[in-house]
């Protein structure tokens, strides 16, 4: 149900920065969704369909893409990737070291839209 808000905020987004008088209408929005988010696609795409109701984006299609989970190790500064499996396991692919920054992969961020 945390997709609810989140979506409302990218509609508020869109229709703020879509350019007043000069678009007709919203037809894609393209997002970047971290694997770590939670946020579940299908459930995106269903509350922005229905809050966009009556909207220059009513019927806009979402483009997900999944930014993939990135740390930093602390010790070698070497920046990796890490399936959600591994996380429990996580450790530094160069050095091994077990102490790490996320970098990316919770976030979520509005890329572009497509307008006519």
């Keep these: 149900m945390h997709e609810l808000p989140v979506t409302e905020s990218i509609l508020n987004i ?16 393209f997002l970047e969704v971290g694997e770590l988010s939670e946020l579940e696609d299908e459930w995106i ?3 922005f369909d229905y ?4 909207t220059i984006a009513e019927k806009a299609e979402l483009v997900i893409h999944r930014i993939p989970i990135t740390f ?5 500064a070497n920046v990796f990737e890490i399936t959600r499996d591994a996380l429990q ?3 530094c692919s160069e050095c091994g070291g077990t102490e790490c920054k996320l970098v990316s ?3 979520y961020y509005i890329k572009n839209m497509e307008v006519i």
């Design 72 to 76: 930093q190790c602390d010790a070698c």
């Design 105 to 107: 992969g919770k976030g």
């Design 14 to 29: 869109v229709l703020r920065h879509a350019p007043a008088g000069s678009v007709n209408r919203i037809v894609r929005i």
């Design 89 to 91: 396991d996580m450790h």
């Design 45 to 47: 795409q269903r509350y």
């Design 51 to 54: 809050l966009s109701k009556g």
